[in-house]
């Protein structure tokens, strides 16, 4: 279809210079393949496409060596099974493709084989290869559900296919999948999770550029919100009052409505407890609260996105959640707020003293808060099972967050939260402070014009030093998963008591 017309100058440009035109598959078999193709087969679009540098080379020995591996093709249906790769690469040096043709029973079975010895895969891309396989086979046993009589399978066991090579019964598919590909079946149970609640994440997992557990306690914390929030026999209308005291919504919420249980990156607290939602103080950085607020996923529970709202009807959460018997302080324990600012300025202070009511009427849990505004903490009576904390991200944030808190009494825990650390902090009087934890910026998304923001992993220097100043001051620290570590194990220790306070250990 092309002629190799090479040119001397592409020939003599550096390969590092040479950026080959990316064109889809799918959009070439339509147009410029149409007559050798009629499509592609769901088989082949189970692998990620090579992208980058790792196309670039496929094009630069396609381009030197002409087209070594033909493209596969099915006999009957002219869909391409196997080569999209290689078609692209052809397409971008206008190179003459090559076809063979054949005739599989089972063509998800012949990708596998075909793919799986082509390159070196992670256990981490498996588990998302095999969940993907598993998949397209559960569709195609879907297809032959009922089929006809005649079939050699009709006689067999009901909720039993058999589609290709592979047996489906119930939900073993999976598992016979996972072992066919050499992977542990948790991995590709992980994968399942993901695509089920964070589908976004998939292909950061197959492009390696996040590992299949941190994208498993992303989906595993998508999960639990939404199972907190989806409706059911025992749920109501309530409304969703913004600052103004208007409602703007009314959504869905259990008639007892419970406490949420936190996800690993707060695995110094059991719950999190969110009667106010929403904040205005606009990080440039990027806000992980902000980023599940605008997730399409989650439009159900957050209506009107990141704007600050009163869900009055949560009030009720601490009496209705029940106080487990533990010796383990964390079961006790609630963050309250984590998706708003509960002390921001433009926060009424009616719906402050409610949520501080509603505390003060259940003194058996331990409430967290967290808040750039920390001198708004001198309008709450003491709580002594409380936690005060500040939150610093930069500099010139510090003289007034230790001014404030210095300032602050309380019998309660006060503790500052760097996350995420954006830059070196030096602090100058640690010894108000019971407890720090340190994190790093991850990667979030938004509502344009904002976009995508990327992470930033925090510098080992910066977090030896505070880590060093809190010694000094003989403070614990925690310091979370998100950091790039380079593999060290962080120390997570718990906070100390003040006055007449137990420690918790």
């Known amino acids: 279809m092309f002629k190799n017309n090479k040119t001397m100058n592409s020939k003599n440009k550096k390969f590092s210079e040479i950026k080959y035109k990316v064109s889809s598959p799918e959009s070439l078999v339509k147009k410029e393949y149409a007559k050798h193709f009629l499509g592609v087969h769901p088989a082949a679009n189970l692998y990620p496409l090579a992208e980058g540098d790792e196309f670039d080379a496929i094009c630069k020995d396609i381009e030197d060596n002409g087209l070594l591996n033909p493209l596969i093709r099915d006999k009957k249906t002219k869909l391409l099974i196997d080569g999209r790769t290689r078609l692209m690469a052809c397409y971008a040096t206008t190179t003459n493709i090559i076809i063979e043709d054949v005739d599989h029973v089972d063509y998800i079975k012949f990708t596998m084989t075909v793919n799986l010895k082509r390159k070196h895969w992670s256990a981490d891309q498996l588990a998302i290869i095999g969940d993907n396989i598993t998949q397209l086979y559960e569709i195609e046993a879907k297809k032959n559900q009922g089929g006809d009589r005649k079939s050699k399978n009709f006689n067999e066991k009901p909720n039993t296919q058999k589609v290709g090579e592979l047996k489906i019964r119930d939900n073993e598919s999976a598992r016979k999948v996972a072992q066919e590909i050499g992977v542990n079946h948790d991995y590709t149970s992980k994968a399942a999770t993901i695509r089920k609640y964070a589908p976004d994440l998939k292909e950061k997992v197959l492009n390696g550029q996040m590992g299949i557990k941190d994208a498993f306690k992303q989906a595993q914390y998508a999960k639990r919100e939404l199972k907190k929030e989806e409706p059911t026999e025992e749920s109501e209308k309530v409304p969703l009052i913004d600052i103004k005291g208007k409602v703007v919504a009314m959504v869905d919420e259990p008639k007892k409505p419970k406490f949420n249980t936190t996800n690993d990156n707060v695995d110094w607290a059991r719950f999190t407890w969110n009667p106010i939602t929403g904040c205005l103080h606009n990080c440039d950085f990027g806000c992980y609260a902000d980023d599940i607020a605008n997730k399409p996923t989650f439009k159900n529970i957050f209506p009107v996105g990141f704007k600050p709202v009163f869900h009055e009807h949560r009030l009720a959460c601490p009496a209705n959640t029940k106080l487990a018997v533990s010796d383990d302080p964390r079961d006790k324990r609630v963050f309250v707020c984590s998706m708003a600012d509960l002390f921001g300025k433009w926060i009424p202070d009616e719906w402050i003293e ?124 925690y310091l979370k998963a998100n950091l790039d570590n380079g593999g060290t194990i962080w120390t997570k220790q718990q906070p100390n008591r003040r006055a007449t306070l137990a420690l918790a250990s």
């Not at 309380?410 to 030096?426: A, D, N, Q």
């Not at 910026?441 to 977090?463: D, I, M, Q, S």
Request: aromatic fraction near 14%; hydrophobic fraction near 40%; charge should be negative.
């Open 354 to 477: 409610k949520v501080f009511e509603a505390c003060m009427t259940n003194p058996e849990w331990e409430y967290l808060f967290l808040t750039k505004w920390t001198n708004r903490y001198s309008m709450l009576a003491s709580l002594p099972n409380a936690w005060f904390g500040a939150s610093v991200t930069k500099q010139k944030e510090v003289a007034q967050i230790e001014k404030q808190m210095q300032m602050f009494q309380t019998t309660g825990i006060k503790w500052l939260s760097v996350e995420p650390m954006l830059e070196h902090i030096k602090f100058n009087d640690l010894s108000w402070c019971d407890f720090v934890v340190i994190g790093s910026l991850t990667e979030t998304n938004h509502p344009a014009p904002v976009g995508k923001l990327p992470a930033k992993p925090v510098e080992f220097e910066w977090v030896f030093d505070l880590v060093t100043q809190c010694k000094e001051f003989g403070v614990p620290y």
